[in-house]
């Protein structure tokens, strides 16, 4: 609409999104385009980082993330303008124009701690052997789940590298089990799976605004399910994980 300023888009699941599509509709409407790559550290796309394509990138370091140090994150730009007005919104307003402690507006306290960004950088610097773990893992399900024509694993498409933080599968209209039964039926086993994300457009925040027909999204909300992926999962693991999803969507 007129009153849109930015595209923020996510790399879901470690997954890289169609950069020269979103960045053409950014550029045809003058739009910022600011990455969610929460959870893409280490992903490329077309031979460029995730997170660092759009005017600003995002990564996070929250225990489920490839770089774990507990919570927080980093901002990255290349936008001097951009990166400033962060600085100043991430550390209390403060601009010790007038004098020292001194801030001009009110801002938020988003410096992170010195322990987790310690750790955060020792993880950074391991992040290529962290996504080759999780690729293995995302080959584990692939060679198993691939049985089963019902089921499609979400992959990385052509010139892109997914980390594959979240080994992510799609089930058919043939699967007549709901994805939220499913992932109820593996928890019973003990097998910690995450049901896809709700669509955000039907979040009573957004009640007022017009309602957008998603059919993508409404379809993935019902069928989409994230397995298991903990760094320290074995092939035995992703055995279990497949034979048991076999069975509860027989």
């Given at each position: 609409?007129?009153?849109?300023?930015?595209?923020?888009?996510?790399?879901?699941?470690?997954?890289?999104?169609?950069?020269?599509?979103?960045?053409?509709?950014?550029?045809?409407?003058?739009?910022?385009?600011?990455?969610?790559?929460?959870?893409?550290?280490?992903?490329?796309?077309?031979?460029?980082?995730?997170?660092?394509?759009?005017?600003?990138?995002?990564?996070?370091?929250?225990?489920?993330?490839?770089?774990?140090?507990?919570?927080?994150?980093?901002?990255?730009?290349?936008?001097?303008?951009?990166?400033?007005?962060?600085?100043?919104?991430?550390?209390?307003?403060?601009?010790?124009?007038?004098?020292a402690f001194w801030s001009d507006e009110i801002g938020y306290q988003y410096t992170i701690g010195s322990l987790p960004a310690a750790m955060a950088t020792i993880q950074i610097r391991r992040a290529d052997e962290l996504v080759a773990n999780?690729?293995?893992?995302?080959?584990?399900?692939?060679?198993?789940?691939?049985?089963?024509?019902?089921?499609?694993?979400?992959?990385?498409?052509?010139?892109?590298?997914?980390?594959?933080?979240?080994?992510?599968?799609?089930?058919?209209?043939?699967?007549?089990?709901?994805?939220?039964?499913?992932?109820?039926?593996?928890?019973?086993?003990?097998?910690?799976?995450?049901?896809?994300?709700?669509?955000?457009?039907?979040?009573?925040?957004?009640e007022k605004e017009k309602r957008f027909d998603n059919p993508v999204a409404k379809k993935f909300m019902e069928k989409g399910i994230v397995l298991p992926s903990a760094h320290n999962l074995t092939e035995e693991d992703a055995d279990f994980?497949?034979?048991?999803?076999?069975?509860?969507?027989?």
């Amino acid at each position: 609409t007129p009153k849109t300023k930015a595209i923020m888009l996510v790399h879901n699941f470690g997954v890289p999104a169609e950069m020269d599509e979103i960045l053409a509709i950014a550029k045809a409407y003058r739009l910022l385009v600011i990455e969610d790559a929460a959870p893409a550290l280490g992903s490329t796309y077309k031979g460029v980082k995730c997170g660092t394509i759009g005017d600003v990138g995002c990564i996070s370091f929250q225990g489920a993330k490839i770089a774990a140090s507990s919570e927080g994150g980093v901002l990255i730009t290349n936008n001097e303008k951009i990166f400033h007005r962060a600085t100043i919104l991430a550390s209390m307003g403060r601009t010790d124009r007038v004098a020292a402690f001194w801030s001009d507006e009110i801002g938020y306290q988003y410096t992170i701690g010195s322990l987790p960004a310690a750790m955060a950088t020792i993880q950074i610097r391991r992040a290529d052997e962290l996504v080759a773990n999780k690729r293995k893992h995302f080959e584990w399900y692939e060679q198993r789940l691939a049985m089963d024509p019902r089921i499609t694993m979400v992959k990385e498409k052509k010139d892109t590298y997914a980390n594959y933080t979240y080994p992510s599968i799609w089930l058919s209209d043939e699967v007549k089990v709901p994805a939220p039964t499913v992932v109820a039926k593996l928890k019973q086993l003990n097998i910690h799976c995450r049901p896809a994300f709700p669509q955000m457009s039907l979040f009573p925040v957004f009640e007022k605004e017009k309602r957008f027909d998603n059919p993508v999204a409404k379809k993935f909300m019902e069928k989409g399910i994230v397995l298991p992926s903990a760094h320290n999962l074995t092939e035995e693991d992703a055995d279990f994980v497949c034979k048991s999803l076999f069975e509860v969507i027989k």
